[in-house]
């Protein structure tokens, strides 16, 4: 009597964990909220406030597919992962969706069996150091102590470099971006290197970022984007039309202050219609409400607002656009058409 | 009529015996219940497999022979085995492993001195060696070990000068400057003189051993003599010239082939000499006073758990104090010391894998942490961090269970 009571629930146990695999957007309708994966915390990208909100470019991107979902922007449980946890979270389920600074490589995609649905910042490697060091460039950092956070590709970007210029250094592995700036500002690091919109970011917290600087070498092409598992392709096209709607939103004029009104009645222009689900089916095809790219750019507001607000010239971040500008502007975001 | 010579008939085996007989039911219930085992370890690892499948991740060994393109701190490992980043992720695990044999190596054994002695000091009559004693057992035994670790490290980055201080600058005195010329610590590691071995080094090595050997052959003669006639000999000083002297001679006939490589500061940081990482010695200090904690209460049970008795007919011997704890107390309380002493190594052991959090580069950091995050290979890395902490384990519960038998109470 026990056993069968035993194998039954290890056979529910069997049929629920099969399940789980199957269609990702129903199971996060189901349960009311997006699980997604965040950085433990890093000015600017993804950190809580204050009051415990989360806050920063890549957390908005969790808010803008929480808002086309639920129409809520905050249904979303944010999970702090590290760079070593990220991918067994993702890869586990834990998370639906990691938008987490994470660079878009070969191996991951392929290997990892994840899907990267777009790249949301163009990054490269740099190297932070103190002014008083007197180093003008990362190939003066013959011998120099490196403070690196372990499990990133920047792990593997940094020991080529160093090995393709034939110079040494000394690793010393940390875990979290917070590790890595109390190690550096102990000075048990020479350098810091990471990626360079994270160093920036770093570096605008400190107490005097004027005794710091980046170094002009970007050693690695980071294209960092959100990723979704393998297996289902209905969930990777959800999340990667909803950031895509974002910065098509920035090259055709939708802000979060006129979305409503252009929302309101169809516009002269086809493709804001088809974006903002007053023409077309385009909602239903991703199984969502029509005005969900409406709801995703009211969230957090397009792409240029975004990153205005968490990363911007004007915040302590201070990042220009770069290579993030649009396509029209001599940058590389470059949505493919809504039609 | 004949008589007939009645046996028990013979009953036939029957099925409901299996159930209903005493002498069958035990064995039934133990046959079942291993099956049901069986299938259950055989239903969990298949669901793992078909999930895996699923998935599309097949368990696949061979990327332990691909490049693990990572760098590791220079330690122990790296020095055995010659690691640069373009060897494989099994190099990298080989590294890890000889750094964790280091860490557990040095961790057990201050521990168990700090245990042994502590562990004296707190059955101390002395008010305040006893309560200090008590002060420390209780502070490192309620206090995550993680913090401790963590706390040592910090205490090390934070308020130990950076390389840069010693710096000689003109017409200033430099913020720090070396003990002795020879030692430097740093935020960084720990600098100290190297040994460079020269040629002919090896015969002084030899040298070395076979008179340590020679010191070692003496001491049992002294205590044979002592005991077959109750004469004597001097035991100290004879030990230390028969140790010392050939080396030291043979050091001057060889033509000094041992000399000192100090450290110097060259660029960014010390070069030359040894540099023992902070990330070691603070995984290293921490792990040993919150196990020398642990210890310290089995060493007290030990010492409590042997009669009174015992010290006192040892005085009424006329034994002093500390040769009745030494050659009577302890070894009797060691038979009740051993068994929790060697789940304290294993412990230690284990607890080495908060390696992690000071990027110490254990077996959990390379092959469990940059290793499986690289190749993505989480099943077949922890599996087999898994194994080696497994033969770890039992390869000290063996030497201990050894020494155990060695020290049981032996009958004549």
């Known amino acids: 009597m026990k056993n069968s009571v035993l194998f039954g629930t290890l056979a529910m146990a069997g049929l629920s964990a099969a399940a789980a695999s199957a269609a990702t957007l129903d199971d996060v309708k189901a349960r009311g909220n997006l699980n997604c994966g965040v950085v433990t ?13 989360w806050e920063g470019f890549d957390v908005d991107v969790c808010r803008a597919v929480a808002a086309a979902i639920f129409g809520d922007e905050n249904a979303v449980e944010f999970v702090p992962t590290t760079g070593e946890t990220r991918f067994t979270a993702l890869s586990s389920g834990e998370i639906d969706l990691l938008a987490r600074n994470t660079t878009w490589t070969f191996s991951r995609d392929v290997e990892l069996k994840f899907d990267f649905i777009g790249v949301n910042y163009y990054d490269g490697q740099g190297f932070l150091v103190p002014t008083a060091l007197g180093v003008t460039s990362a190939k003066d950092l013959d011998g120099a102590t490196v403070c690196i956070q372990t499990g990133t590709s920047t792990e593997l970007n940094l020991a080529d470099f160093f ?39 770093t570096r605008a917290t400190f107490e005097a970022p004027d005794d710091h600087v980046l170094l002009p070498e970007i050693i690695s092409k980071e294209p960092l984007g959100p990723l979704v598992r393998h ?63 409406v709801a995703a750019i009211s969230a957090g507001g397009n792409y240029g607002e975004i990153f205005e607000r968490n990363i911007g010239e004007n915040t302590p971040i201070g990042l220009a656009r770069g290579l993030n500008a649009q396509w029209t502007d001599g940058g590389l975001l470059y949505t493919p058409p809504f039609r | 009529m004949s008589s007939m010579t009645d ?111 502590a562990g004296v000091l707190r059955l101390s009559r002395n008010w305040l060696v006893s309560r200090m004693m008590a002060v420390y057992v209780e502070g490192f035994r309620n206090v995550p070990l993680l913090l401790w670790i963590l706390l040592i490290y910090s205490i090390f980055s934070e308020a130990l000068p950076q390389p840069r201080d010693f710096r000689e600058v003109e017409g200033a005195v430099s913020a720090a400057s070396m003990t002795w010329g020879a030692f430097a610590a740093t935020n960084r590691g720990f600098y100290m003189p190297a040994p460079v071995w020269g040629p002919g080094s090896g015969v002084l090595v030899a040298v070395f051993v076979a008179s340590v050997v020679a010191a070692v052959l003496y001491r049992r003669y002294a205590r044979k003599v002592l005991f077959d006639t109750g004469r004597m000999l001097p035991m100290l000083w004879p030990m230390v010239v028969i140790a010392l002297l050939p080396v030291i001679a043979a050091y001057f006939v060889l033509g000094q082939p041992v000399s ?28 040993s006073l919150y196990t020398g904690a642990f210890i310290t209460e089995i060493v007290r049970a030990g010492i409590l758990s042997v009669s009174k008795g015992q010290t006192e007919a040892a005085s009424a011997l006329g034994m002093r104090p500390n040769r009745t704890m030494n050659l009577v107390i302890l070894p009797q309380a060691m038979r009740v010391i051993i068994p929790p002493l060697t789940s304290q190594y294993l412990n230690l052991t284990k607890n080495s894998s908060l390696a992690i959090a000071v990027g110490y ?25 898994g194994l080696l902490y497994l033969a770890l384990s039992l390869a000290i519960s063996f030497v201990m269970n050894l020494f155990n038998a060695s020290m049981k109470l032996k009958e004549r």
Do not use: K
């Open chain 1, 41 to 53: 915390g890093l000015a600017g990208f993804g950190a809580p406030d204050a009051n415990g909100v």
């Open chain 1, 163 to 201: 090995r393709a210029n034939n110079i040494t250094y000394q690793p010393v592995a940390v875990q979290t971006n917070a590790e890595g700036q109390q190690q550096y500002l102990a000075g048990a690091c020479d350098a810091y290197t990471t990626d360079a919109s994270g160093l920036a970011a």
């Open chain 1, 231 to 293: 297996g289902d392709s209905d969930w990777a096209d959800l999340n990667r039309w909803v950031l895509n709607a974002l910065i098509a939103a920035e090259e055709l004029g939708i802000t979060s202050a006129n979305v409503a009104e252009m929302a309101a009645a169809p516009t002269n222009n086809p493709e804001v219609n088809r974006i903002l689900g007053t023409e077309g089916e385009y909602g239903a095809m991703l199984g969502l409400e029509p005005n969900w790219a």
């Open chain 2, 7 to 117: 046996s028990p008939p013979r009953e036939s085996f029957r099925l409901s015996q299996l159930i209903y007989d005493t002498r069958y039911r035990s064995l039934t219930i133990q046959v079942f219940t291993l099956v049901l085992v069986c299938i259950g370890i055989y239903w969990l690892g298949q669901n793992l497999l078909t999930n895996l499948a699923s998935l599309g991740l097949q368990p696949n060994f061979a990327f332990l022979n691909s490049r693990a393109g990572y760098d590791i701190t220079p330690s122990i490992g790296t020095w055995i085995t010659g690691y640069t980043s373009a060897a494989t992720h099994w190099d990298a695990a080989l590294v890890g492993v000889y750094n964790t044999l280091l860490v557990a190596f040095l961790g057990i054994i201050l521990a168990t001195v700090l245990g042994v002695i």
């Open chain 2, 260 to 287: 000192l490589s100090y450290p110097e500061l060259a660029g960014f940081n010390f070069s030359g000499g040894l540099r023992v990482d902070n990330a070691l010695l603070a995984l290293w200090l921490a792990l």
């Open chain 2, 361 to 385: 580069a254990d077996v959990r950091a390379t092959l469990g942490g940059i290793s499986l995050n690289q190749t993505g290979r989480a099943l077949e890395c922890m599996l087999m961090l």
